[in-house]
């Protein structure tokens, strides 16, 4: 069964100032398309063609190298809409906070360092919030669309939070600026649907 681009689940503007239109429009309907159709074309006719995004990229062959980047940026994509709302930003709540006080210190401390892992990826790749097993909160970044469920890939846990900081999320707004960008981003998180992942993935 073929994968399909999802919906933007909010209008092409609805995350302006913070993530302009244009940028939103190119990333989801050529970027994302692009990584999708790639995805179909490579897990045709195999068996990867029956299993759940999750279970290709759990089982992944490293050395597949058209299912690791087209598999990987249809998953991190489809993350990244979600756990993005006009409706968004401010701070977390409930068990989901209290988890990363646990995890971190402070809700501040964890921005800091989510900011940091966003910031100093170098060249193309993501941030993450990740939870293990017990509830355990961990941050990582992975190179081009490598994603934590990847064997040996970032810090292994289930991700719940996933930052694009390829160029192409934010140059044409914010040309190589791109700490204002990972500002921006914390203006926007749908810390509800984080929530929601992280009490599925706990
Ligand atoms: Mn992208």
Redesign the pocket.
């Known amino acids: 069964m073929a994968f399909s681009l999802p919906e933007l689940p909010y209008a092409k503007d609805a995350l302006e100032p913070h993530i302009d239109a244009r940028t939103m429009e190119i990333?989801h309907a050529k970027?994302?398309n692009g990584y999708t159709t790639n995805l179909n074309n490579a897990i045709d006719g195999t068996d990867l063609a029956s299993k759940t995004i999750d279970e290709i990229l759990k089982g992944l062959d490293m050395n597949n190298a058209a299912v690791r980047n087209n598999g990987g940026?249809f998953y991190?994509?489809s993350l990244?809409w979600k756990v993005m709302s006009p409706n968004g930003g401010g701070n977390p709540s409930g068990d989901l906070a209290e988890a990363i006080v646990a995890s971190f210190g402070s809700v501040d401390a964890f921005k800091e360092k989510f900011g940091t892992a966003a910031g100093t990826r170098f060249g193309s790749g993501w941030a993450w919030l990740c939870v293990h097993k017990g509830g355990k909160l961990d941050i990582c970044s992975t190179a081009n669309?490598d994603n934590p469920l990847m064997p040996g890939i970032g810090c292994g846990g289930h991700p719940i939070l996933g930052l694009?900081v390829?160029e192409?999320?934010y140059y044409l707004n914010y040309q190589n600026r791109r700490p204002d960008y990972v500002t921006a981003f914390f203006n926007v998180i749908n810390w509800d649907e984080v929530a929601q992942g992280f009490a599925a993935g706990k």
């Open positions: 990333h970027h994302h940026g991190n994509h990244f669309q694009d390829w192409h999320a």
